[in-house]
């Protein structure tokens, strides 16, 4: 069974930066690909941004320039750098997996104010 624990959500104010972290039960190596998912209230899940375990990143449009994902040499870890954050940037954040099955975290609530 895979554990996926998402940390450093807030409150920031508009333009702030916030970095979240992903701590996994497994080494990040042997994974796929993990990722960063989000979820506005009354709105659907969507990606935000993903990496393999060869590096290779994707980002969501709205995130792009803004957001990094990486994995920081750390063995078991993911990071989300996230500045000049944006109220549209609300949304509970949540750690994603893929090792041929997906697994997720429970989230964590990121709220930006203008």
């Known amino acids: 069974q895979v554990q996926l624990v998402e940390s450093g959500g807030g409150l920031v104010q508009a333009g702030g930066s916030l970095r979240l972290s992903c701590t996994t039960s497994r080494s990040f190596f042997s994974f796929n690909a993990m990722g960063w998912y989000r979820q506005a209230p009354g709105k659907q899940r969507e990606l935000v941004a993903t990496i393999t375990r060869g590096g290779s990143t994707n980002y969501a449009d709205s995130v792009k320039g803004r957001f990094t994902i990486s994995n920081g040499n750390a063995r078991n870890m993911v990071y989300l750098q996230m500045n000049s954050l944006k109220p549209e940037d609300t949304a509970v954040y949540y750690c994603?997996?893929?090792?041929?099955?997906?697994?997720w975290g429970k989230g964590t609530l990121v709220t930006v104010s203008s």
């Open positions: 994603n997996a893929d090792l041929n099955v997906t697994y």
